[in-house]
């Protein structure tokens, strides 16, 4: 059978090699693939800046946006099932919350990840897993269902958000988001779905796909070209929560000044290495101390952040039909996904159909 696999931490293109069929073992499911989604993350592995390869091989295979059928059954999971995997899979040492289901947040960072770190991805025709680490999907989501891995991210992040904000009487009416790709509208969605008003911010000028997206859901789309990140409290009143998409390195600081008191802010983006700023650290600190605000980082998600997703596409789709299916931009097939690796202007997200 057919996979798209790299030689990690060298430059790419991706290839496409014949790989034995895997047989399950140990209660795992054999799973067929439907898509994979392609993310920023598969484009650093082919350009050679991050991955590794499983144990004993010199290749690893791609892709972690996964959504296939189930073809046995397993516990809770039945052949003909259509299921999405989470990423990430424990550290060996099983630290405190790896043994306790909550892989995103790996106290020693020697987590592995299916198509990223250790373990091969699915780009590929078929694969097995345990079916402790699948979400089943209903059919009538068949469409969007490849969405469930970036909006896990995201559910991840306003769970957390709400979570950490116990700390207070908080009741958020505005929201800003930074960064309208995948992760930032859909963050817009999610937020709109729970009923706060959101600004979506990004670098864009408007009437392109994206900023089109999320008005439709509500949102007000603000481009840097006509406003500056620092006018926008005197356009949108006070800011409750920002949630960060953008990877860039300035960005999350300058966000400080705008958020509004006893504020929060969730950064998802990394920037690029070796980014040096010149900032007064003293106004932020002032603006931190001063107004209770809060900013904290967020990476991965647990299964419990992809059951809540399956909700939400549903939500999604009944409020606002159509919003999740033309962020998808792009259809290849698997013999051609070096094409759906290099970015486009226009694309929102590519997705590689097995
Ligand atoms: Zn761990």
């Not at 996979?3 to 054999?30: D, F, W």
């Not at 999907?137 to 957390?160: G, M």
């Not at 790709?181 to 817009?188: A, E, H, K, N, Q």
């Not at 960060?244 to 998802?268: D, K, W």
Request: hydrophobic share 40%.
């Amino acid at each position: 059978m057919k996979a798209v696999a790299v030689y990690p931490r060298k430059q790419g293109p991706v290839h496409l090699r014949e790989v034995k069929k895997p047989i399950p073992t140990n209660g795992e499911v054999i799973i067929r693939a439907l898509e994979v989604g392609v993310c920023g993350t598969d484009r650093e592995i082919v350009n050679g800046l991050y991955g590794d390869a499983p144990y004993g091989s010199d290749f690893l295979i791609l892709g972690h946006e996964s959504l296939g059928i189930a073809e046995s059954d397993g516990v809770d999971v039945k052949k003909g099932d259509m299921v999405v995997a989470t990423v990430r899979r424990p550290c060996p040492e099983h630290c405190l919350n790896c043994t306790r289901g909550e892989i995103d947040m790996c106290l020693t960072g020697n987590y592995r990840e299916k198509g990223i770190k250790g373990l091969h991805g699915f780009m590929t025709e078929y694969y097995t897993e345990d079916p402790k680490y699948l979400v089943r999907v209903p059919h009538d989501l068949r469409h969007v269902a490849i969405l469930l891995e970036p909006l896990s991210v995201v559910e991840k992040v306003i769970e957390q958000i709400f979570k950490i904000q116990k700390r207070l009487a908080w009741e958020p009416r505005t929201a800003l988001v930074l960064g309208a790709g995948p992760i930032g509208l859909l963050s817009t969605f999610v937020l709109r779905d729970i009923g706060i008003a959101t600004y979506t911010f990004a670098r864009s000028p408007s009437g392109r796909l994206n900023d089109r997206l999320l008005e439709e859901s509500g949102a007000h789309y603000l481009s840097a070209t006509d406003t500056p990140l620092s006018y926008i409290p005197s356009k949108v009143g006070q800011i409750d929560l920002i949630v960060e998409a953008t990877g860039s390195a300035s960005l999350p600081f300058e966000a400080i000044g705008v958020l509004g008191i006893n504020g929060i802010i969730a950064l998802t983006g990394i920037a690029g290495q070796g980014r040096i700023l010149e900032i007064d650290t003293s106004c932020i600190n002032l603006k931190i101390v001063l107004e209770n605000k809060l900013v904290f980082g967020s990476v991965n998600a647990n299964k419990s952040h992809f059951e809540t997703g399956v909700r939400r596409l549903k939500s999604i789709e009944e409020r606002w039909p159509g919003v999740l299916r033309n962020m998808i931009t792009r259809r290849v097939p698997i013999q051609r996904s070096q094409e759906a690796l290099e970015k486009g202007d226009s694309d929102m997200k590519v997705v590689i159909e097995v």
